[in-house]
């Protein structure tokens, strides 16, 4: 027998989905958070100039690829200095995320905290490694206790919240004194809206020192690469050892023609751009329409979701939107206190933000 895990969130929204779905015009899906542009170009190629590859791949990647995301941290985000052999492509990020305490050697009667609200893999992540799990808004929550882990997530999923350079100064110097490792989930670092979201490892935050801590990276948003999984974890070159060795023995290995894609995609900028003037556009015509239909939206200033509330159960809101055929997250899925809001992802096509926003107008 494992740990007892947590339903499933998205079964439970299998009413509202078919409410969602019985709308005349068709449901528009603004739940789970899935890409839908196309995969840029120059990405499918480089996936498809390797499809001849009978041999085994290596789970630390290409010299290239590695080399290709040091260069990526270095120009989208000035973390410079990094090592290439302290890069480690990961399949996709959420299971990077869900296996990184066990990888850690974090174990029962160790502690992981994670926000308080937050992408529930992290929780899941605690409990398949036998360890308990706190949600802290601050450090000063934790009390006397020390974690042996600390989740952090800026741009959040879901609040879309960003976490100043002085507060991931302050993080980490605690860290470091406890010898707490921090994990630094980044999948939304290049979509900022209202205010500039840094990396853990950005040296005004880190001190110039990867030491302690690790940066979590996913493409899947930034170069719409869900469907592949391709991620990668950068940061303390003795901890990528260690999770390098333990997901070498496990088959923990990104497939050949995902490792090529991801070095295209961690090449180019422009289509990061690209992608990212779809979602700022998508963004602006759901936060007007909703701020018409009179929801509030709260945080929201980066990232890929709107964090709304009618100052009601999250459920009504989500059900009320449901009836629109708009379908949403309640907000209770991220955690207790996300009670009264709901997750409003900005990922469907402008055709379908545009129905949404046509139905909230009434
Ligand atoms: C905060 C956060 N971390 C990690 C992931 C996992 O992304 P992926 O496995 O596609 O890299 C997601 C997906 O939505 C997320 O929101």
């Known amino acids: 027998m494992g740990p007892a895990l947590p339903d499933f969130p998205w079964d439970s929204l299998a009413d509202h989905t ?12 603004l739940s789970v958070g899935t890409p839908v542009d196309p995969v ?36 989208r985000f000035g973390v410079t200095g990094l090592d290439p052999a302290a890069v480690l492509p990961t399949i996709g990020s959420k299971e990077m995320v869900a296996w990184l305490p066990t990888l850690l050697g974090v174990r029962a009667g160790d ?20 360890a308990e799990v706190a949600r802290v808004e601050g450090l000063t929550a934790l009390g006397p206790r020390t974690p042996a882990l600390l989740w952090l997530n800026s ?34 670092l ?16 880190s001190g110039g020192s990867a030491e302690g801590l690790l940066a979590v990276h996913s493409l899947s948003k930034s170069s ?44 180019d900028d422009q289509h990061v751009v690209d992608q990212r003037a779809r979602y700022e556009a998508r963004r602006k015509v759901l936060r ?47 955690g207790p206190s996300g009670n009264r809001h709901v997750r409003i992802a900005l990922t469907a096509t402008d055709e379908r933000i545009a ?3 046509a139905r909230l107008a009434g």
């Open 40 to 75: 840029p170009e120059l990405i499918r190629d480089a996936l498809a100039a390797v499809s001849d590859q009978p041999g085994y791949p290596t789970t630390h990647g290409t010299p290239e690829l590695r080399q290709a995301a040091v260069e990526v941290m270095a120009r």
């Open 355 to 357: 129905a949404a926003a």
């Open 18 to 29: 078919a409410t969602a779905r019985s709308h005349p015009d068709g449901v528009v899906d």
């Open 111 to 130: 502690l992981v905290a994670i926000p308080e609200l937050a992408y529930p893999t992290y929780e899941v992540g605690a409990l398949l490694a036998g």
């Open 224 to 267: 719409s690469l869900a469907g592949y999984r391709a991620g990668f974890v950068t940061g303390d070159p003795a901890l990528v050892k260690r999770l390098l060795e333990i997901r070498k023995h496990a088959g923990m290995i990104v497939p050949r023609p995902v490792q090529s894609a991801m070095t295209a995609a961690l090449r």
């Open 190 to 205: 290049s979509l900022t809206w209202d205010s500039d979201a840094v990396s853990i490892l950005d040296p005004r935050v």
């Open 155 to 188: 741009p959040s999923n879901p609040t879309g919240r960003v976490l100043p350079i002085e507060h991931l100064r302050k993080v980490v110097d605690w860290a470091r004194e406890r010898g707490v490792v921090v994990a630094s989930d980044e999948c939304y």
């Open 288 to 334: 007007e329409a909703l701020l018409g239909a009179g929801f509030r939206i709260d945080h929201s200033e980066a990232g890929l979701y709107l964090w709304a509330t009618r100052d009601e159960d999250a459920w009504d809101t989500a059900g009320w939107l449901a009836s629109l055929g708009i379908l949403v997250a309640p907000g209770t899925f991220y």
